[in-house]
């Protein structure tokens, strides 16, 4: 049972967004061919749903600029601007994006006081989304991995999905997936690689599965 997890296609991480990422929207072509080619059993994606006054955003910290550091529940946090607030156009998934063929969807950063990368968990460790377990329900034993951003919520995921699906052979798809910053993706990338994931592209998906 092999499943797609496409994180954060919304408005809101593509050029035009409130937290855009350098060519975000060139991975939406990516997820479409994936969709139709990629020979999966299952596609699931999730969707960053903030309320207005979540606190990752420095709106809600007086003094504070997006980009800085601040806390959150006594923790450090990165300050973003306002994005992806539900009910939005930056919270929507991206127009082209071809959504008829997502099975399921799963929401994340809803609670004000946590911020949550990963589709599977918020960044406190505390609360599961329940993705996992939905997964696990459909006997899922492959899952790719990309999305916007590759250094937060592509990788938070990519680790967690290890951490939670134990046996499944996960794998970062690395031409569906852009990050905030050049550093951050290495990072990311170095990070994920160390922890044993292998990255693949779409166009050896579609040749090879
Ligand atoms: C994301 C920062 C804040 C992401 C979401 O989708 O990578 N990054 N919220
Ligand atoms: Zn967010």
Known sequence: MKALLLIDLQNGFCPSGNLAVAEGDEVIPVANRLMRDGGYDLIVASQDWHPANHGSFASQHPGKKPFEMGTLSGKPQMLWP??????????ALHPALEKERI???????????????????????????????????KGVTA???GGLATDYCVKFSVMDALDLLPGVK??????????????????????????GVSAVTSAEIIARG
Do not use: W
Request: aromatic share 6%; net charge negative; hydrophobic share 40%.
């Open 170 to 195: 996960i794998r970062f798809v690395s031409d569906l997936s852009r990050g905030i910053t050049p550093e951050g993706v290495k990072a990311a990338v170095a990070e994920m690689e160390a922890a």
């Open 82 to 91: 306002d994005h992806c607030v539900q009910g939005t156009e930056d919270a």
């Open 103 to 137: 099975q399921f969807v799963q929401k994340k950063g809803q609670a004000i006081d946590v911020d949550s990368y990963s589709a599977f968990r918020d960044n406190d460790r505390e609360a599961l989304t329940g993705l996992d377990a939905v997964l696990k329900a």
């Open 143 to 145: 899952l790719d991995i």
